[in-house]
């Protein structure tokens, strides 16, 4: 099960430093979604804490293409 706190606090801690390096990235660009949706399915995989969790998702973020978000 999903532990909502740490979810939510993995992803805003992801998307903030993530958007800190790339300040032309909205803050309603898709990427977030794409996200919110990897760092669920890495969880449901393998439990992390949220700095963990969190490190998974800039890595995720680095990695989406940038002509396709």
Do not use: Q
């Amino acid at each position: 099960m999903v532990d909502d706190a740490i979810l939510k606090n993995a992803t805003e801690t992801a998307w903030t430093v993530y958007r800190a390096r790339h300040p032309e990235v909205g803050a309603r660009d898709s990427r977030r979604c794409l996200l919110e949706r990897h760092l669920h399915r890495t969880w449901e995989e393998r439990e992390s804490d949220t700095e963990e969790l969190a490190s998974f998702g800039i890595a995720y973020l680095h990695r989406l293409p940038r002509d396709e978000c």
